[in-house]
């Protein structure tokens, strides 16, 4: 299968890269984005310039053993790829995968086609996507428990205490991050995470969403800091013993997660009103049909 934009030369590596790594049953696209950086320096006068294209994907891939660490994976096929191509993957078992089939699952209706299918080394058993208000109503539900829950981590991290832990603080405002980008990536692609890691989601959400870029980091110094911070929040706060995060960066960070989940509530329950008549519609159609 060929992708628009993404060069042969770029594709077939990246899967044989991942078929080196782990025993694959097959491999699906999402999404991919080329970007292209150039370079130039004043001091050196037999090199005017430079323009470098890198290369994002978003992959499911199905292998016959679980994929322990994705983001030790992913490191390793960045790695492998001199670090020219970033790896965003989504991964399941082929027996979960058969399971999963068996009983129907909407997120895999959708992305298991045979138009979206990069390798494959035996046909899958599709089911359709399921139209249903009893299955709107179970999207509802987890978009808002997921939003109730970021809801609840935004209100403590400005919480007035006796004691100041600027560290912990980024931990309250990463787990506002993580749970909104769960609701939005759950009422866009009923698909449930398996692996909370920030960065991940975050660039997973901006396949569909541009909220993302709210929080994603712009070039300033201050920017990159604050989203290592945060994309580290749960480390530095059980490892580390000295809290080098000031109250400006978590300040930074927590007015981020604040416009991030305005954002993405804005967003989502446009989307929840467009599938509500979807679900309704189509449902209706198939009664009427019989």
């Given at each position: 299968m060929k992708?628009?934009?993404?060069?042969?030369?770029?594709?077939?590596?990246?899967?044989k890269v991942i078929r080196s790594l782990v025993k694959v049953h097959s491999i699906y696209w999402i999404g991919a984005t080329k970007n292209e950086r150039s370079s130039s320096y004043l001091f050196n006068s037999e090199f005017n310039g430079n323009?470098?294209?890198?290369?994002?994907?978003?992959?499911?891939?199905?292998?016959?053993?679980?994929?322990?660490?994705?983001?030790?994976?992913?490191?390793?096929?960045?790695?492998?790829?001199?670090?020219?191509?970033?790896?965003?993957?989504?991964?399941?078992?082929?027996?979960?995968?058969?399971?999963?089939?068996e009983e129907g699952d909407n997120f895999l209706s959708r992305v298991l086609l045979p138009e979206n299918c990069l390798f494959q080394e035996s046909p899958l058993f599709l089911t359709g996507y399921c139209y249903h208000p009893r299955k709107f109503e179970e999207i509802k539900k987890v978009w808002e428990f997921r939003l109730n829950r970021a809801s609840y981590f935004e209100d403590k991290t400005d919480t007035v205490d006796m004691v100041n832990d600027e560290s912990a603080r980024m931990v309250l405002v990463s787990q506002t991050l993580l749970q909104t980008c769960a609701a939005l990536i759950w009422v866009y692609w009923e698909w449930k995470p398996h692996y909370f890691e920030l960065n991940l989601l975050l660039n997973l959400c901006k396949n569909f969403s541009k909220s993302p870029l709210i929080v994603l980091p712009k070039k300033s110094f201050t920017s990159k800091k604050v989203y290592s911070q945060l994309c580290h929040a749960q480390y530095n706060s059980n490892f580390k013993t000295v809290d080098d995060v000031s109250i400006e960066d978590s300040d930074y960070a927590s007015n981020l997660a604040e416009r991030f989940l305005r954002s993405v509530r804005k967003e989502g329950n446009k989307k929840l009103n467009e599938l509500e008549l979807l679900h309704n519609r189509q449902y209706q159609n198939k009664i009427t049909a019989k």
């Open positions: 992708i628009k934009n993404i060069p042969q030369q770029v594709l077939e590596p990246i899967i323009l470098k294209q890198h290369y994002e994907f978003t992959l499911l891939i199905i292998s016959y053993e679980e994929i322990g660490d994705s983001k030790t994976f992913r490191c390793e096929v960045f790695n492998k790829m001199k670090e020219q191509v970033k790896l965003y993957s989504i991964h399941y078992s082929y027996n979960d995968i058969k399971r999963r089939l």
